[in-house]
């Protein structure tokens, strides 16, 4: 190979070279992010996640940024989003569509400390914000931000965060989330006072608050859960009153009693019964007029209304709470035919695991 046929080949080289020089020069001067719009952030300004997604010239780059945060990926300088992705409009021009990390709940510590689904401290705030439950009642050392809530009891936060989502689950907005010294779990829920007792069968407490306070409308009291598991337990409701009567429910249908108490079957099993004592401003005789006449209204619903069933296992292996029979057809409470389920020739309701429930009490007889 002569020198000129050398000579060229290195002013080849070095021309290919200069080309992709000034092809990155072009890529690193010309895609660069001067218009950003942020969507999705209601609890973090614009500027704070600019600042936290563009902190060095590499990611400035709109190139770049397009195909590092092509999936959602969060970079560690904003672990208060759950998503970020960035999409390139213009050399110059970049959307970011962000989906922020929700609280679930806070504790007053003197300041107000948010935390999400995880137990991570969210916000420090002197704020509070009546949209989340304030939980009381347990032993937090001083939080620090976007750390996990340190708790002395690790149980507890687990305790906490279960109840949090069963509630969210459940579309119920708790204001406050109570632990008694004795570990006795309290949620309050617009006026009523739901008594969880420990933890344990919290997945069927929920649920069944749920139920029943769909079917109470606006009432207030106190709604004793702590024995429930599902099994078609007695649950107490005692209305907030001066002179207060105690109202059972029930997730099956109960018999009616002369005794002034009934049960109606409509999901709730709600049932009020009316004292013969003075304290009541009703005499004696007066009492068992209304006790015999609640009686003869107990056999009335119950020949016009179906027994209720606490719960059945549906064909997806789903928990269906309070059905009955209605045409018979086995419905939920909101009258949706649930599937696997079927009434056999008895009278008995059979659901998709084969369990048999007697179709005159409710109880799981199979």
């Not at 948010?114 to 304030?134: A, H, Q, T």
Request: charged fraction near 25%; include cysteine; glycine fraction near 10%.
């Amino acid at each position: 190979m002569n020198r000129r046929t050398r000579r060229k080949r290195r002013l080849v080289r070095g021309g290919v070279l200069l080309i992709l020089l000034l092809a990155v020069l072009a890529v690193v001067f010309l895609f660069q992010a001067k218009t950003v719009t942020v969507y999705g952030n209601t609890r973090h300004t614009e500027e704070e996640i600019k600042e936290g997604l563009m902190n060095n010239i590499l990611h400035k780059n709109t190139l770049y940024l397009q195909w590092e945060y092509r999936n959602g990926r969060v970079p560690d300088a904003l672990p208060f989003l759950k998503s970020l992705k960035v999409s390139m409009k213009s050399p110059t021009e970049i959307e970011v569509q962000v989906v922020e990390k929700e609280p679930v709940g806070y504790l007053d510590k003197g300041e107000y400390v948010y935390f999400d689904e995880d137990g991570v401290v969210l916000e420090l705030s002197d704020k509070e914000d009546s949209d989340y439950p304030v939980i009381t009642g347990v032993e937090v050392d001083d939080p620090v931000l976007y750390q996990k809530l340190p708790m002395q009891s690790s149980a507890q936060l687990r305790t906490i965060l279960s109840i949090t989502q069963l509630l969210k689950y459940q579309e119920l907005q708790a204001k406050e989330i109570r632990f008694g010294e004795n570990g006795d779990i309290t949620v309050y829920v617009g006026g009523v006072e739901a008594l969880l007792g420990q933890d344990e069968y919290l997945e069927e407490k929920i649920a069944n608050l749920s139920a029943i306070l769909n079917k109470m409308g606006d009432e207030h009291g106190t709604l004793h859960l702590e024995s429930f598991t599902g099994k078609s337990d007695l649950t107490t409701f005692t209305p907030s009153q001066e002179t207060e009567t105690e109202t059972e429910l029930q997730t099956d249908a109960g018999d009616g009693t002369g005794d002034g108490s009934a049960d109606t079957g409509d999901g709730t099993g709600t049932a009020s019964g009316t004292t013969g004592d003075t304290a009541s401003g009703t005499t004696g005789d007066e009492a068992g007029d209304s006790g015999d006449s609640a009686g003869d209204s107990s056999q009335a619903d119950e020949s016009s209304s179906s027994v209720v069933i606490a719960m059945v296992f549906d064909s997806s292996g789903n928990l269906v709470y309070n059905v009955h029979v209605e045409n018979g057809t086995v419905v939920d409470s909101n009258g949706n035919p649930v599937s696997g389920c079927s009434v056999n020739e008895n009278g008995d309701v059979v659901d998709a695991y084969m369990n048999v429930f007697d179709g005159k009490t409710g109880e799981l007889s199979n």
